[in-house]
């Protein structure tokens, strides 16, 4: 089955920085990689996502890159703001299979 | 706005016990999904279901089961509560047909589950 590995668990940045999340995957069939966000005591949301035939989809401050053949893909937050901390989790999976394997999670603090 | 619901969002309950999660979607949509989430552990898949009646099992089904009986609830069912499944149960649901693009699940608020 999916294996999806997230670095780092944890990620402190100064207020206006960049943060950086990586993730892999280990089936070449996934083709599909959502990111979700989790603020405290809420409930994981989806802020973007990506499909295997693009590389890199931008929305305003975030950017999801995906480099199908080494099967890694990158959350980029720029500019990063105090509400952007939270816990963010990708995910991988098979367009017509509904599994979805999600990545263990980085909890991001962004420091005013 | 999409609504999962779930019946609870605190449970304490005691070492063999039967307990039921319930869960319950507006949206008409297919799929449902139920994962535990544990510190470092991330979000891990129990069960899913894509069609009513319909189950299949996710990364760690083992203790667990479920109910899928009518399109907008599906049900985890803890046969006998063990204090290994104190945990964080997180309901999801989203649209999908066959051939069609994977889509964005939602989720419920969770239910914090204690088994004592």
């Known amino acids: 089955g999916e294996n999806v590995e997230q670095h780092p668990s944890t990620l402190s940045v100064q207020e206006g920085d960049s943060a950086v999340i990586k993730c892999t995957y280990s089936d070449s069939a996934s083709n599909y990689f959502p990111w979700y966000k989790q603020e405290l005591g809420k409930r994981p949301q989806l802020i973007i996502d990506?499909?295997?035939?693009?590389g890199e989809k931008k929305d305003q401050r975030i950017a999801v890159t995906l480099n199908k053949t080494a099967k890694h893909f990158s959350l980029h937050i720029t500019e990063t703001q105090p509400e952007d901390s939270a816990v963010y989790f990708c995910?991988?999976?098979?367009?017509?299979?509904?599994?979805?394997?999600f990545g263990t999670g980085t909890k991001l603090q962004v420091i005013p | 706005d999409v609504k999962v619901t779930q019946s609870s969002r605190y449970l304490v309950k005691r070492t063999g016990e039967k307990v039921f999660l319930e869960c319950v979607q507006d949206m008409d949509h297919e799929n449902m999904f139920w994962y535990r989430q544990d510190p470092g552990l991330g979000l891990r898949l129990i069960y899913f279901s894509y069609d009513v009646k319909m189950k299949e099992k996710g990364d760690i089904p083992e203790g667990y089961s479920v109910s899928r009986e009518k399109k907008e609830r599906f049900s985890l069912i803890l046969e006998s509560a063990s204090t290994n499944q104190t945990s964080m149960y997180l309901c999801?649901?989203?649209?999908?047909?066959?051939?069609?693009?994977?889509?964005?699940?939602?989720f419920g608020q969770g239910t914090r589950l204690t088994v004592v």
């Open positions: 999801a649901s989203s649209f999908g047909q066959a051939l069609l693009l994977n889509t964005e699940a939602f």
């Open positions: 990506i499909r295997s035939n693009v």
């Open positions: 995910a991988a999976s098979t367009i017509g299979y509904q599994k979805v394997t």
